[in-house]
Each structure stands twice: as C-alpha cells, then as structure tokens.
C-alpha cells in the first residue's frame, strides 16, 4: 500500500512568488493535513482538510490556503512569498486519529 | 490548546545501550503519537498510544493518561536509532501537537 506521496520533494523559489505544494493521501484516508517545520520552530500545525471542507487552520496568514479535490488530494498554496517561509512542508493523512506523513516538500524562498 | 514539553532535548549514547525518552503533554488527549524523523524529514510513525503499552521489537511505549505523560524506550541501540524523536499528543480537534523533540545520537 503506498504511503502520503508529496511533490515537489525540492522548490526554489523567488519572494513574491507563489508556490504550490501538492499532497496524495493513503487511500482510504479522507482527512489530510499540513504542518510547517521552520529551522528553529519546530512542526507546527498549518491546515486540516476533511471530505473536501478546511476543518481547522492553525495561527498562519491568510496567504497560506489550500484545497482538498474530491479523490482526497490536497494542495497547499502560499502566495506573496517571504524569506521566512522557507520551511520543510509536511503532509500527512488519516482515516482515524493516527495520522501518516509524507516525505516532505522543502521550500526555498530567495 | 495542547502543551507539549519533551525531555531531554538532547542525548548521546553508546550503541547497545537504552534510553528512555519522556513526554509530557498539558491535558487529556485523543492521540498520542511517537515519531522518529529520517535525515531527509520524513516522520517515521512509531507507536500510535493515546494509553497503554505497546512494543515494537526494541522499542516500546507506554503512555499514562491520568498523570499526562508518554515514555518512549530504545532497548539495545544502535546507530541508525540516531535522529530526532517526536512526541504529538492531540485533542478532540484532531490538530497534533508537536514537543521539540529529543536528538538521540547513537556512537558506535
């Protein structure tokens, strides 16, 4: 059974930019979720996606948003790039409490 | 919401021995997960254990509900135990939250 896939793995991009992450869960899982691990912040949580509705969205600006498709995937969108958002992106997904991660997109923002 | 506090945040050892990792969260929990994260950032599920004990060949966990804390134990370790550890202990809001991890290096 194959685990969260993520892509891109790596993305540079330019401030200002917008970038794109892209997330498949497990299948069978309906619920995905992000977290940002930033150097020096530790994981927190960003946004919970469930059956295609946004659930619970952590303490981030407006600028970072997403959507869940109706075969469960799920986007994360981070618009008008900052130096500070170059992070490690994780995605995970459950179909009960246990959530399941991804490998991860490491984001680079120059 | 949830605290989560873990300890200690570092730890070097010397392969073959144990180590018992803790995990301390602020209140009743849903979810309790230990994760081990891969030099490439991928969190390895270890032990799903909102309570109880489980073990998984050298590791095991227990986590004590009522008193608000989770032990993570490695038993005879080795090298590739090295990495960070994360404890995430969740609510009803199904949001984890992560401890800052404890940073296990494994000499050998």
């Known amino acids: 059974e194959a685990g969260v896939t993520q892509s891109p793995t790596h993305l540079i991009k330019t401030r200002g930019q917008q970038a794109t992450l892209r997330c498949s869960p497990i299948?069978?899982?309906?619920?995905v979720y992000w977290y940002q691990q930033a150097l020096g912040l530790g994981l927190q949580f960003l946004l919970w996606y469930d059956e295609g509705e946004e659930r619970n969205r952590g303490n981030f600006p407006p600028r970072f948003s997403g959507r869940q498709f109706p075969n469960y995937s799920s986007e994360l969108n981070v618009n008008a790039l900052e130096l500070e958002d170059s992070a490690l992106y994780l995605c995970a997904s459950s179909r009960t409490l246990e959530a399941f991660f991804g490998q991860g997109t490491r984001l680079t923002v120059v | 919401g949830i605290q989560v506090e873990q300890s200690p945040p570092d730890l070097i050892l010397q392969e073959g021995a144990n180590s018992t990792l803790r995990c301390n969260f602020s209140?009743?929990?849903?979810?309790l997960q230990w994760f081990h994260q891969n030099p490439w950032g991928q969190l390895i599920n270890l032990f799903y254990?909102?309570?109880g004990t489980k073990q998984n060949g050298r590791l095991s966990a227990t986590t004590v509900a009522t008193e608000r804390y989770s032990l993570l134990y490695i038993s005879s370790s080795q090298t590739t135990d090295s990495g960070v550890y994360f404890c995430a202990a969740g609510g009803s809001n199904y949001k984890l939250t992560f401890g800052k991890g404890t940073l296990l290096t494994v000499n050998p």
């Open positions: 254990i909102p309570s």
């Open positions: 209140d009743s929990v849903n979810n």
């Open positions: 299948s069978g899982h309906t619920s």
